[in-house]
């Protein structure tokens, strides 16, 4: 039985499995910079280029069907002793751990490049991990399956383009959200925000279709009648009726994972934290937030530790506001798994003199909050790691306004008494910290 798996693995797997390895680790290679951040966010990210996966799949499975027909072998291996069931097990065990295995392979090989930074693994990445190779093994099962019912040139392309129309428009003829992902495994999988998750219900939910769908390429497989065909339809319906029953109805199809915004601090003082999902760029943080708390220090009633901001917009019910004690900052996510741009997080976290106006809601003056770091920090405004010092050569375009603003009221303060340019930024601090108007406080009319 294991060398017929093994020979049967050669001959139909193997093809399939390298096309699909190459396939999706060529393309999550060239958007690293959309999962990089984490496991979750790999995962989701190859979970929405099952839109190409699994046509590739269906495509690959009828193509390998059609390889049997071509070589005459179907009299041959009806005559032999062997059952039936038997060689279509082999069969389907061969393509099906081989397209599997290549979902898994595609995850180890880009996984391999977040690995040293990130530390976040949850269970509900793997599950949405398993659901993916599912997907891909029931699409190449039912392409097998088809491929022998139509042995015909045309009928891996044609089924390929199918495949691609279906998983692309199914889920729009739903109005409901939940309908339309329990549709298409690769529908609503874009990540926003690191601190987003695919809730275990609809993972099995998912899974219990794409199993119906598998069952049903098994029953056509082994079925020599077409009567007997008809009744791959109990599966899918089967699958359909457990999938809606068990999805959630009353939020989207991915929510905020509150453990990965659990923070991860230092052992020693001041404090610094991340969230959980990037606790593996705490040393990379550290250095810059310690800075900024000694920028801080001349301040009256400074902050004395950093927090990295948990806000989402996906999220409102749960908005944090932070105290006057703490700094809150943004952690932006490279291409490379490591901090984007870190020269220029103690600017982001000298912004309003520390002050965090997260969760304000109609948002705070960024050229007074920039103003204010910048003269804290004794360096020009920066934002865009781009923009250099802001002077626009001749034919050049303009920097953006807020930025044009920030540098001209950071001129004024740095022509201000010391003593008379720390009591503007403090106002501006405080206003943060109440969400108030900044307009004005910075300029030479201020009192």
């Known amino acids: 039985m294991s060398r017929m798996l093994s020979l049967q693995f050669r001959r139909f797997g193997l093809p399939g499995a390298a096309l699909l390895v190459l396939a999706g680790a060529g393309l999550l290679y060239i958007v690293r910079w959309e999962w990089a951040a984490g496991w979750m966010s790999l995962v989701m990210s190859q979970r929405t280029y099952l839109v190409l996966s699994c046509p590739v799949a269906i495509a690959v499975g009828a193509w390998l069907a059609r390889r049997e027909h071509r070589a005459g072998v179907a009299e041959l291996f009806a005559g032999t002793p062997r059952p039936r069931y038997q060689r279509i097990l082999l069969t389907l065990a061969a393509v099906g751990g081989a397209v599997g295995l290549a979902q898994v392979a595609v995850l180890v090989v880009t996984g391999l490049w977040i690995a040293p930074t990130a530390r976040y693994l949850p269970g509900e990445a793997i599950a949405a991990a398993a659901v993916g190779a599912l997907a891909v093994i029931a699409s190449a099962w ?16 044609v089924l390929a383009v199918a495949g691609l129309a279906a998983i692309l428009a199914l889920p729009m003829a739903f109005h409901e959200d939940w309908q339309s992902t329990l549709a298409s495994p690769a529908w609503g999988m874009n990540q926003f925000i690191e601190f987003q998750t695919v809730p275990g219900r609809v993972s099995a939910a998912q899974a219990i279709l794409a199993a119906g769908v598998a069952a049903a390429a098994v029953v056509l497989l082994a079925a020599g009648r077409w009567r007997t065909r008809a009744a791959a339809l ?40 991340v ?8 040393d990379e943080v550290t250095p810059h937030a310690r800075q900024a708390l000694a920028l801080l220090a001349r301040l009256p009633d400074p902050p004395t530790s950093a927090v990295e901001n948990t806000n989402t917009y996906l999220d409102e019910n749960t908005i944090v506001r932070y105290g006057a004690d703490t700094v809150a900052f943004d952690v932006e996510v490279g291409a490379d798994g490591h901090v984007e741009h870190p020269d220029l997080l103690l600017h982001r ?38 923009a250099g010092s802001y002077v626009v050569e001749p034919g050049g375009t303009p920097p953006p306004s807020d930025d044009v603003e920030a540098t001209r009221l950071w001129e004024g303060l740095r022509k201000l008494p010391e003593a008379e340019a720390l009591a503007r930024v403090v106002a501006v601090r405080e206003a943060a910290l109440e969400c108030g108007d900044a307009s004005g406080l910075l300029d030479g009319d201020a009192r």
């Open 142 to 157: 039912l392409g097998l399956a088809l491929g022998r019912l139509a042995p015909t040139p045309v009928t891996a392309p």
């Open 234 to 273: 109990l599966p899918v319906a089967l699958g359909l009726a457990l999938g809606v029953a068990v999805m959630p109805h009353d939020h989207r199809r991915v929510t905020i994972d509150p453990v990965a915004q659990r923070p991860v601090c230092t052992a020693d003082t001041p404090r610094v934290c």
């Open 275 to 282: 969230a959980r999902a990037h606790a593996g760029l705490l």
């Open 349 to 386: 976290m000298l912004d309003a003199a520390g002050a965090s106006a997260a969760g304000c809601p109609n948002g705070f003056d960024v050229a007074a909050g920039m103003a204010a770091g910048a003269w804290l920090s004794g360096q020009r405004p920066v934002r865009d790691p781009d």
